[in-house]
């Protein structure tokens, strides 16, 4: 929502400050400089990305509408998971948990908090790594190892689809002035004409290099950061399943692993204490 109240507001004032200087509208609305720079920018992002990445960038921008998508809820709901899961482990025994990991979508525990069972992400995180759990034989300090390897890989692969959007956004400068000297090459074609007719064309391919360097600075590279952000948040997310289950494999009780866990939530989304311990009450 912010993003296209945003882009509003990007366009917004440039239009009204563009008007009150007497501007011309219409000349702005130069579709052939548009097609040279939205074709080239899309033609360089198959050239620099494999297919995938290319559809992620797609997917991402939509994505940026609905904001970002990890809150206190999530959280909240994180926590109860955690607990009921390693308060069963110490109840039942790590063994009775194989069931659970081994299928979560039919798990009565994790069948429980959908929010998370639809974060594919996390759920692998999770399960995973109490398989390595229940296997035995892995150290704390080695299984806190794997998990960083996991996390990073995750977090890498995520990054390139936002990191392929800025890319192309540094481009979309050079890309308007190759737009504009297109119009220039075409100027130079008709300079025998009267000045108005020169002044116009020039005029239209100056809105190349106009339209380049506000889509890199107005548009494209403010939704990639946004992008960069939502992939950000979901690695907390990830890094706080994390944090619970490493106290829970160094032996630490249910209630203390889940505070592990909340410890490492960033402040603005993170459940209080009393929120916490409500959240377990329930899970009880």
């Given amino acids: 929502m912010f993003v296209i109240i945003g882009i509003v507001v990007v366009f917004g004032s440039i239009v009204v400050g563009y008007t009150m200087h007497n501007g011309d509208l219409a000349i702005l609305f130069q579709i052939n400089e548009f097609i040279i720079i939205g074709g080239a920018a899309l033609g360089s992002m198959l050239i620099a990305n494999p297919l995938p990445v290319t559809i992620g960038v797609f997917k991402g921008v939509i994505g940026t509408l609905k904001g970002i998508k990890v809150s206190k809820e999530m959280y909240i709901e994180l926590m109860q998971l955690l607990y009921e899961l390693f308060n069963f482990a110490k109840r039942d025994g790590l063994i009775a948990l194989e069931p659970h990991i081994e299928n979560p979508q039919s798990s009565t525990i994790l069948s429980k908090y959908p929010t998370f069972l639809a974060n594919h992400h996390a ?13 035995g034989g892995v150290a704390a300090h080695d299984l806190e190892e794997l998990m960083d390897i996991d996390l990073e890989t995750i977090h890498g692969a995520e990054s390139e689809v936002p990191s392929a959007l800025n890319t192309v956004s540094d481009a979309f400068p050079g890309l308007g002035i190759v737009a504009a000297v297109l119009g220039v090459i075409i100027t130079m074609g008709i300079i025998d ?7 116009h064309s020039v005029g239209a391919a100056l809105v190349g290099t106009f339209f380049g360097v506000l889509m890199a600075y107005g548009v494209v590279g403010p939704i990639a950061k946004n992008m960069e ?6 690695g907390r997310y990830l890094n706080c399943i994390k944090a619970g289950l490493l106290a829970f494999a160094k032996g630490a009780p249910a209630t203390v692993a889940v505070e592990y866990a909340r410890r490492s939530v960033v402040p603005h989304v993170r459940p209080s204490f009393k929120e916490t311990e409500e959240a377990v009450k329930r899970a009880r």
């Fill in 193 to 199: 004409q009267p000045p108005a007719v020169i002044g």
């Fill in 229 to 234: 952000h939502i992939v950000n948040a979901e």
């Fill in 123 to 135: 759920v692998d995180f999770l399960c995973d790594t109490l398989k390595v759990v229940l296997s």
